[in-house]
């Protein structure tokens, strides 16, 4: 398994003129509404541990003011915890020296926004090749490297328009490749589509996606959309009055919701298009039987492909085309359609 880039441990963050006195307060239990109404101070998260998957996308979601924002900022420390850990490869980011931080933040983390922020009398070119700029990469190199970008998120032939000459999305791809020009191995975005029409942004969870593919950086997603949640995620937080309430697969939140709360999104999920065959597949017992389905099909698409095989029963197989297990057309019907067991009782 790869090693976690990134390890947030016991992480505490309470606004306000004391923070520190009130952590034991709150680790006893004090609410954050009590901690308001008694002490004046706004308790952002309450000891957050969450292990980000080296070169995977880390997607922490919430409703709006659940500390989704103060999270993502420690990770780049333009937030100091009030007590916790915040670890990249085993050194305490909110240790470091300043130098160190400079160093850190510049070559290791790029942020991509969701207004975007770019400068408007630069050209796009310029704007995406700013970080180098800054970095002091000379100038014919940094055009270079700013323009396989260009071309890689869709945006050729536009390098020398102005931002204002491009739509919301294009924009959010200038964004994007800004923060792949400086090559850093972590990308940190704070609702970066949030502000996107629901076209675009699926788009641009693909240009995401398709990129990740092969570049396989640290990817910390902040959205509050379960759906987008569960296109990007390797792994989801869920985040609740600075609480994490449920961490694990897209494929786990979805099945078993921890509690009453996340039963509610999760059921307006589409299962078929989210579910995939190896959480309703049985063990394999006696021959392999009808078609083969590859492991990562969701459900919708495995009873497209039963149905037009005009079969019942079918096998889903791993890259290499072994068989993994035993796929029955109604036990995966009954995965679309059902909430799980759990899923019934966590909401009850
Ligand atoms: N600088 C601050 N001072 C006081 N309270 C803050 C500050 N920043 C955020 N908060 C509070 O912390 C909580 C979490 O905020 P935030 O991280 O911005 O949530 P989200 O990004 O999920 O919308 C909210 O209650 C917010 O009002
Ligand atoms: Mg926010």
């Known amino acids: 398994m790869a090693s976690h880039a990134i390890e947030i441990r016991n992480l505490y963050k309470i606004f306000g003129a004391r923070g520190a006195d009130h952590v034991e307060a709150v680790r006893a239990g004090m609410s954050k509404t009590e901690l308001n109404a008694t002490h004046n101070h706004v308790l952002g998260l309450k000891d957050i541990n969450i292990s980000m ?57 790029a942020m991509v926004f969701q207004k975007f922020a770019l400068l408007p009398h630069r050209t796009i070119l310029e704007n995406t090749c700013y970080g180098l700029e800054i970095q002091g990469v000379p100038g014919m190199e940094r055009r270079r490297r700013a323009m396989e970008w260009i071309e890689r998120v869709g945006l050729s032939g536009f390098e020398n328009r102005y931002p204002n000459q491009l739509s919301g999305g294009m924009q959010q791809r200038v964004g994007l ?43 910390v997603f902040i959205t509050h959309d379960l759906d987008e ?52 597949m049985t063990p394999l017992s006696g021959p392999v039987e009808g078609p083969a389905i590859p492991a990562g099909t969701v459900l919708e698409a495995a009873a497209r492909d039963l149905s037009s095989a005009g079969a019942s029963v079918a096998h889903v197989v791993d890259p290499a085309g072994l068989p993994l297990g035993r796929l029955d057309l109604h036990a995966l019907v009954g995965a679309m359609v059902t909430e799980s067991t759990e899923a019934r009782e966590a909401a009850a």
């Open 229 to 280: 949640a569960l296109r990007l995620g390797d792994k989801i937080a869920i985040l609740r009055d600075g609480e994490v309430i449920q961490q694990g697969s897209g494929q786990d939140i979805v099945q078993y919701p921890a509690d009453a709360y996340i039963a509610a999104f999760v059921k307006e999920v589409n299962r078929g298009r989210v579910l995939r065959v190896e959480t309703v």
């Open 177 to 219: 490749a800004r923060a792949l020009t400086n090559d850093a191995e972590i990308l940190l975005m704070d609702e970066a589509y949030s502000a996107l029409d629901p076209l675009i942004r699926v788009d641009m969870q693909t240009v995401l996606l398709d990129l990740q593919k092969e570049l396989k950086k640290t990817v």
């Open 53 to 109: 998957p080296a070169g995977g996308v880390m997607v922490v979601m919430g409703l709006s003011g659940s500390g989704k924002s103060t999270l993502i900022r420690h990770i780049n420390r333009l937030i100091e915890p009030t007590s916790g850990e915040v670890l990249y490869d085993g050194v305490d980011i909110c240790r470091m020296s300043e130098l160190d931080l400079r160093e850190f933040r510049r070559h290791k983390t």
